[in-house]
């Protein structure tokens, strides 16, 4: 089983930026292999997805966060990573880190397997 432990988040002013993390374990094979993703679900919302990165995909982001946020993973580490920038008021909400795509659309809660427990986001204007 793979766990992901999240860190990073809090409140930032809109225009600022914040840095998520996603720590996980499992065998080098897997690090490898399979696709992860970062998520939120903002007050009242369905949980909706930011960005994802799968080996030998691009990257893919939602046209919401493009331009401003960065997904990045680093397999030495064992870290996923989101730079958020130029973070704005509709940025507040619970972000999670999702593992092992199975296949479909990236940016969909309903393709992965593994998720970390969470943390807030809260952008004040």
């Known amino acids: 089983e793979v766990q992901l432990v999240q860190s990073g988040g809090g409140s930032v002013q809109a225009g600022g930026s914040l840095r998520l993390s996603c720590s996980y374990s499992k065998y080098s094979e897997w690090n490898a292999r399979y696709g992860m993703g970062w998520f939120r679900q903002g007050p009242g919302k369905q949980r909706e997805g930011v960005a994802a990165?799968?080996?030998?995909?691009?990257?893919l982001y939602a046209d919401s966060v493009k331009g401003r946020f960065t997904i990045s993973r680093d397999n030495v580490t064992n870290t996923l990573l989101l730079q958020m920038n130029r973070v704005e008021s509709d940025d507040t909400g619970m972000y999670y880190c999702a593992a092992q795509w199975n296949g479909g659309d990236r940016l969909s809660p309903w393709t992965y397997t593994y998720w970390g427990q969470g943390t807030q986001v809260t952008v004040s204007s």
């Open positions: 990165t799968s080996p030998g995909l691009s990257t």
